[in-house]
């Protein structure tokens, strides 16, 4: 699977897979061992990667798994750029309103559950169809319940 993903990325980039590996200083007998099935160690993965501009998971696996599950959308990309240009003052406001939209339940997403902290509260909204549940607990209670912790004796 590895040679085809980096005979692929050689082909796009109009080289021969040695070519390739001569300009990142890998010897055309590794390419060689490539080919008959070897994997790269993880440096090498990893200046393979920063060559072709690819993520290491897509060298390994031909998918992208970190864009596909951290990818933002319009929308949160936008909100995110417009958070950015607030000061504190602003953000917490922002913060603020998104907790009474979400709290609301109006509009939130379905089977969703949302976690707010501030300085004095963990906030943790639940969200389940039509129905919701909002619970807040003092970081000083958890705090304390941390510090009287005891772990349970090992099996």
């Known amino acids: 699977m590895f040679w085809?993903?980096?005979?692929?990325?050689?082909?796009?980039?109009?080289?021969?897979?040695?070519?390739?590996?001569k300009a990142m200083n890998i010897s055309s007998a590794?390419?060689?061992?490539?080919?008959?099935?070897a994997i790269p160690g993880?440096?090498?993965?990893?200046?393979?990667?920063?060559?072709?501009?690819?993520?290491?998971?897509?060298?390994?696996?031909?998918k992208d798994s970190t864009s596909e599950n951290n990818a933002l959308?319009?929308?949160?990309?936008?909100?995110?750029?417009?958070?950015?240009?607030?000061?504190?003052?602003?953000?917490?406001?922002?913060?603020?309103?998104?907790?009474?939209l979400v709290t609301s339940n109006k509009y939130s997403c379905d089977n969703k559950a949302?976690?707010?902290?501030?300085?004095e509260y963990i906030t943790e909204v639940v969200a389940r169809g039509d129905s919701k549940k909002k619970v807040k607990i003092k970081k000083s209670?958890?705090?304390k319940d941390l510090a009287n912790y005891t772990p349970p004796d090992e099996l």
């Not at 085809?4 to 590996?21: G, M, Q």
């Not at 993880?42 to 696996?61: E, P, R």
């Not at 995110?80 to 240009?85: G, I």
């Open 4 to 21: 085809d993903i980096f005979n692929e990325l050689c082909i796009k980039n109009n080289e021969k897979p040695t070519i390739a590996a």
């Open 141 to 143: 209670d958890i705090e």
């Open 73 to 100: 959308s319009d929308n949160e990309n936008k909100l995110l750029y417009l958070f950015k240009e607030l000061n504190n003052e602003g953000q917490q406001k922002l913060i603020d309103y998104c907790d009474d």
């Open 114 to 119: 949302l976690r707010l902290y501030d300085d």
């Open 30 to 37: 590794t390419v060689t061992k490539w080919k008959n099935g």
């Open 42 to 62: 993880g440096s090498t993965i990893i200046k393979l990667a920063d060559y072709f501009g690819v993520s290491t998971d897509y060298l390994l696996t031909g």
